[in-house]
Structures are given as C-alpha cells and as structure tokens.
C-alpha cells in the first residue's frame, strides 16, 4: 500500500488531520502521527490525564483522556489522537517524540529491539523517496509534526487533498534549511534543545 506523508509546523495542523482521515479518508489503523516533544508540551498538556498502560523497554505507552483539550505547544492531544494509544519514545537525533499509529509503533519496536536508523529508515521502509524523508525527519527534528497514511493506490487522490490542508512545502522547507547550510538529516547529532524547538517554531509563524 503507498504511503503518503505530510509535515505540519502545527500539531494541532497535524492533529485535526488524523480527524479527518479518520472520518472521511479511511481506517483508524492507517493513519499515524509523530510530533517533536522536546519541550515537554504533550507532557505539560494532559499529564494529568495521562494512564500509563504498560513499557516496552524504556518506551512508555499512554494514552490520555479523550476530553483533554488543553492548549499545549501544538494544542494539546484532542480527540484526532486521543482515540488512540499515544507513545512516548526518544528517537535518535530527534530527541523525544509523541506518536501514534503504526508509524509510532514501527519506532517503539526499534527502540525496544535495539534497532538503528529511527524514523528516517521507517520511513524509507514504507515507501518514502530518500530525498524527502530527510526533510520530513529534519522538520520532525526542528520541532514540526508528520502524518503518515497508508491507502490503497485508488485512494490516495482522496486521501491527498484532506492531507494537504496546512500541510508545509517541502520543497521550499528543504530550500530554506539548505541555504543555512544544511544538507541531510544526521541521527548522530544532538537533538534540538527546547529553547532551539521554539525559536524553530517561532521562525515559521507557529
């Protein structure tokens, strides 16, 4: 099944996705999330409603109270993702990450197996051109949100255009990281710092 994959500055952008894939684009099980928490915003969003459920390794998987609509970083985990169960994972070179779906489970088997190459090599896996999913998991890295769905080939002309409401031009992303002097996703760097994720967000109008 071909993946299509958006990148949101927004969580919430990325979020309010999900719901609409979720009620006019296809199965629940398809449609996966991955947002930068360096910040701690999910943390500082719904800790109090957070019910651990059980660990795999050091990967905590949550889920928090569908009535949760607190303002976070990206406004809070709503009922797009609060219908499903939300991951918490430390990805190399990106640093903490909220997740849900597949795409998040992919990376919780990883960091429970000991398994290198992180989202970039989750992403390749599924289908994603090598040139764009470093953008996707630079962005990742800088504080955004992807949305990954799987469809059948005769579904995605329905499922793109819901996809790409709000969702950034990677190619005009790409142009901008490249002229400061960026050339491709590296997971031995060290992940961006909060004060780093904000400013990031703040210089794209989040």
């Given at each position: 099944?071909?993946?299509?994959?958006?990148?949101?500055?927004?969580?919430?952008?990325?979020?309010?996705?999900?719901?609409?894939?979720?009620?006019?684009?296809?199965?629940?099980?398809?449609?996966?999330?991955?947002?930068?928490?360096?910040?701690?915003?999910?943390?500082?969003?719904?800790?109090?409603?957070?019910?651990?459920?059980?660990?795999?390794?050091?990967?905590?998987?949550?889920?928090?109270?569908?009535?949760?609509?607190?303002?976070?970083?990206?406004?809070?985990?709503?009922?797009?993702?609060?219908?499903?169960l939300?991951?918490?994972?430390?990805?190399?070179?990106?640093?903490?990450?909220?997740?849900?779906?597949?795409?998040?489970?992919?990376l919780?088997?990883?960091?429970?197996?000991?398994?290198?190459?992180?989202?970039?090599s989750?992403?390749?896996?599924?289908?994603?051109?090598?040139?764009?999913?470093?953008?996707?998991?630079?962005?990742?890295?800088?504080?955004g949100?992807?949305?990954?769905?799987?469809?059948?080939?005769e579904?995605?002309?329905?499922?793109?255009?819901?996809?790409?409401?709000?969702?950034?031009?990677?190619?005009?992303?790409?142009?901008?990281?490249?002229?400061?002097g960026?050339?491709?996703?590296?997971?031995k760097a060290?992940?961006?710092?909060?004060d780093?994720?904000?400013?990031?967000?703040?210089?794209?109008?989040r």
């Amino acid at each position: 099944m071909p993946t299509v994959c958006r990148f949101y500055d927004d969580y919430a952008d990325g979020n309010r996705v999900i719901l609409s894939l979720d009620i006019e684009g296809g199965p629940v099980s398809d449609a996966s999330l991955v947002s930068n928490n360096c910040d701690a915003w999910y943390i500082g969003a719904v800790a109090s409603n957070l019910v651990p459920l059980r660990k795999h390794s050091e990967t905590t998987v949550a889920g928090p109270s569908i009535k949760d609509a607190s303002a976070g970083a990206g406004g809070g985990a709503t009922v797009g993702t609060a219908a499903r169960l939300i991951t918490m994972l430390v990805v190399p070179g990106i640093g903490p990450v909220v997740g849900v779906g597949w795409l998040a489970a992919i990376l919780g088997g990883m960091a429970a197996g000991g398994v290198t190459g992180g989202l970039l090599s989750a992403l390749t896996n599924a289908g994603i051109n090598e040139e764009g999913a470093h953008v996707l998991v630079e962005g990742v890295r800088r504080g955004g949100t992807l949305v990954a769905a799987r469809a059948a080939q005769e579904d995605v002309p329905r499922i793109e255009p819901l996809m790409n409401c709000r969702a950034v031009n990677l190619e005009e992303r790409s142009e901008i990281y490249r002229k400061a002097g960026w050339l491709a996703f590296d997971p031995k760097a060290p992940p961006y710092t909060a004060d780093q994720v904000r400013c990031e967000r703040a210089l794209h109008g989040r």
